[in-house]
């Protein structure tokens, strides 16, 4: 049986296109002297193989176990065919098609396939990059079939050269005989270029004045002389300076708007990044991987980085290089260079060159771009490690939009619009759910055009007309606002997702878990079914639903925003809890003093309940203790007082302060009163930090037991932006497990607001899904 002859259509699904699936099975066909075609269609690889029934078997195999290293295959069908007998039939690479068929070749197929992330220049290319033998040798642009752009260039789909930006730049003879080489490892490689065809670079002045001779080595004598250099990259242009600079980095931080939040820095190889930080073999990995995200790591002691690029950080945030760009460059430099968004504070980044040239001519002294059109933008992912655990902090370049799957399948298509800052959107589409890179905060215009017009080409793209809108109910969000419209125009079912429910909701989904769990959702603000503003919360939680089962207590939000940007506001609101009569408590502490004048007017406002609405944000709790501890009393970016309350704790303190845990209200005035009378003490501020920081992971851990007893549940699910804080999960996570509770954190979406389109998708999906059951 094994020798007869069969013939048989495969139908393989998910990410599949660019990253040289198509002549993997045609080497393996070949292998194992089979004939057919393979070919991509909009829902992904169509192949047909025909030769002895025991080879076709073996191809089978050999898809499923020894797939290309970038591609996911989700899922194989297979369907019998009429065998042409034609024995002397080669197997072939077919024209892709614009439109698909399934297995069965019926009907049409319901979706189309993931389009694969970008991905970071591969060993070998870096190899040939540094070659003076080599055709390539210092050609920018190098790339193969394991690397280089991917989502930043699909115009469409099929992904073939004709529907990306490389369209216009067609192979010189050389390239297309290696494109056509099944030996080749650019065999079929659609964004394949060379000198002789492909993209240049050039060095320019902000008004395009081209700058003679070698552009990446002038682009490094700019950097050595204290300039900065706009630098366009995969997904957008960054902007770099001298990374030992201390002018240059300021300098920057004027021009951009950007006081106080951290640079990312590029070091050149491991080695570099070694000498900067203190790494693990986790973040060893994820620097050398195929996404090349930021990690944020310990920096070390006496490291020659200015102080002016992560100003009262222990950490860094370092990259590898992961464009031939910027390795030429880092090479030129022979040192580490800052590499951050090419924006102003808030903005979306600057992808497309007029508005780059107009956005960052007053900011950049020289830019070092290039001819190759940057289709979609996508900014740099971030990522931590801590508690063993990989933590992302934004999800972008390297990661989306590879689709995460859904617990629960959508049955009709989803659109999930996300939160305010840190937006992403989500798609949902069957088992998918496409996650966007992340977008920022809607409150900017530029931020909201590029949202709107980011769910439209993604509708596009993925042939996606949503049937149900998710979105967060809080009505001044402007993602609610545009589900509303969105639906008024289409006619589409509108769900709303509290929005701690979606924090809950998103880790599950990260976790492939539908529930029900014991949900910790600590964050700044959201908006709770009673009107006030939650963000210290203890969900019982599936898809479908939760149940509040505590919270920590309300505290006035004195001012509103206002007590956002000064977190000053939120210790006179907690400190007055702490306090009886008129004079209150806390009338010597620093922070008093140093806002004597306005303090008893907050104070009244507070209390009066007028533009003071209350609050159980954990957020804010931290922002309270920051303040009172002389860290931070006004921030100029979200969680900055939360993030320094955390750099100043000293992680070899393990002491805690009780805190008073009634009826699921977890008081945490407590803490505030326990901090104020350490201050009083003169207790050093990286031990009074370090116990708030215990006692925060001891009350989530008490709140878990008691539920745990009347529920019965034994999995904790840990999400909201305050779960960024690496000493707080180190804290929590293994005092839960020690304690029989599986743990549940993000892997793959973040846990704050970047990750609520996830969650909005999931119950969005689960819900239909009970509803048409």
Not at 191 to 219: E, F, H, Q
Not at 502 to 518: F, K, Q, R
Not at 675 to 695: D, L, P
């Amino acid at each position: 049986m094994d020798n007869q002859r069969v013939r048989v259509g495969f139908r393989v699904e998910g990410i599949v296109q660019g990253v040289g699936f198509r002549p993997f099975v045609q080497v393996t066909a070949a292998r194992l002297a089979l004939s057919g075609l393979v070919a991509n269609d909009l829902a992904g690889v169509l192949i047909e193989v025909e030769g002895p029934a025991g080879a076709v078997a073996r191809f089978r195999w050999l898809l499923e176990s020894e797939p290309p290293p970038l591609a996911v295959i989700e899922r194989i069908t297979a369907r019998p065919l009429t065998s042409t007998g034609d024995t002397a039939a080669g197997f072939t690479i077919g024209t892709s098609r614009a439109h698909a068929l399934p297995a069965d070749g019926n009907r049409a197929a319901p979706h189309r396939t993931p389009v694969p992330p970008d991905i970071g220049t591969c060993a070998d290319c870096f190899r040939e990059l540094l070659d003076p033998a080599d055709r390539r040798h210092r050609y920018p642009f190098i790339n193969c079939t394991n690397c280089g752009p991917r989502y930043t260039i699909v115009r469409d789909l099929p992904y073939d050269r004709a529907r990306t930006t490389m369209a216009g730049f067609p192979m010189c003879a050389d390239c297309a005989a290696e494109y056509a080489d099944p030996a080749d490892r650019r065999f079929h490689a659609q964004p394949l270029c060379c000198p002789a065809c492909g993209p240049r670079l050039r060095l320019v002045t902000p008004d395009g004045t081209p700058l003679a001779g070698d552009p990446t080595a002038g682009a490094a004598g700019l950097l050595r002389d204290g300039r900065i250099l706009a630098v366009k990259g995969t997904g957008g242009y960054h902007l770099a300076v001298d990374a030992t600079h201390e002018q240059a980095a300021r300098t920057l931080r004027d021009r951009k708007h950007r006081a106080d939040k951290p640079f990312a820095v590029l070091a050149s190889g491991l080695a570099a990044a070694e000498a900067l930080c203190a790494l693990d073999d986790r973040a060893r990995e994820l620097l050398t991987g195929p996404r090349r995200p930021v990690v944020l790591a310990p920096r070390r002691p006496g490291t020659p980085i200015a102080a002016a690029v992560a100003p009262g950080c222990r950490d860094l945030g370092l990259v590898l290089p992961y464009t031939p760009v910027h390795r030429l460059l880092a090479d030129e430099l022979a040192g580490p260079y800052v590499l951050t968004s090419g924006n102003l504070s808030d903005e979306p980044i600057a992808h497309q060159d007029a508005d780059a040239f107009a956005r960052l001519g007053g900011i950049a002294d020289a830019f070092l771009t290039h001819d190759r059109p940057i289709h979609a933008r996508a900014d740099d992912s971030v990522i931590r490690v801590s508690a063993g655990r990989t933590v992302p902090v934004r999800r972008a370049r390297g990661h989306a939009p590879q689709p995460l799957p859904l617990p629960v399948p959508a049955p009709r298509p989803v659109l999930a619009c996300g939160a305010q800052s840190k937006n992403t959107f989500c798609l949902a589409r069957g088992r998918h759910a496409f996650v966007s890179p992340h977008i920022g905060d809607l409150a900017d215009a530029g931020t909201l055009e590029a949202y709107t017009t980011g769910i439209e080409r993604w509708a596009r793209l993925y042939a996606v007309d949503p049937a149900v809108i998710a979105h967060d109910p809080h009505p001044d969000y402007l993602s609610t606002r545009y589900a509303h419209d969105l639906a008024d125009a289409t006619g589409a079912d509108l769900v709303g997702v509290q929005h701690h429910h979606a924090h809950i909701a998103a880790c599950l989904a990260d976790n492939a878990a539908s529930g029900p769990v014991i949900g910790v959702a600590f964050d700044g603000l959201g908006y709770g079914t009673d009107g006030t503003l939650w963000g210290g919360e203890f969900l019982v939680a599936d898809l479908c639903g939760f149940r509040r089962a505590g919270h920590l207590e309300p505290v006035p939000l004195p001012g509103g925003p206002a007590a956002v940007r000064e977190p000053w506001r939120m210790a006179v609101a907690y400190l007055d809890l702490c306090g009886e009569g008129d004079d209150g408590y806390g009338a010597d502490l620093a922070v008093r003093c140093r806002h004597h004048d306005r303090w008893d007017a907050v104070r009244r406002l507070a209390r009066s309940g007028m533009n003071a609405p209350p609050t159980s944000s954990a957020g804010r709790l931290f922002d309270a203790v920051a303040a009172v501890l002389s860290i931070r009393d006004t921030v100029r970016y979200e969680g900055q007082a939360a993030v320094e309350l955390e750099q100043h704790a000293d992680p070899a303190v393990h002491g805690t302060y009780p805190v008073r845990i009634e009826a699921g209200r977890v008081r945490g005035s407590d803490l505030v009163r326990a901090v104020a009378e350490e201050v009083r003490a003169g207790t050093a501020t990286a031990v009074v930090a370090a116990r708030f920081h215990n006692s925060v992971a001891r009350l989530i851990h008490d709140c878990c037991r008691a539920l745990r007893r009347t529920t019965g549940l034994t999995t904790v699910a840990l999400s909201g932006g305050v779960f960024q804080n690496g000493l707080l999960l180190q804290r929590t996570v293994p005092a839960l497990e020690r304690d029989g509770f599986e743990v549940l954190t993000h892997r793959r979406v973040p846990p704050n607001d970047g990750g609520i389109s996830l969650g909005q998708a999931a119950v969005a999906a689960t819900r239909d899904a009970a509803a048409g059951a």
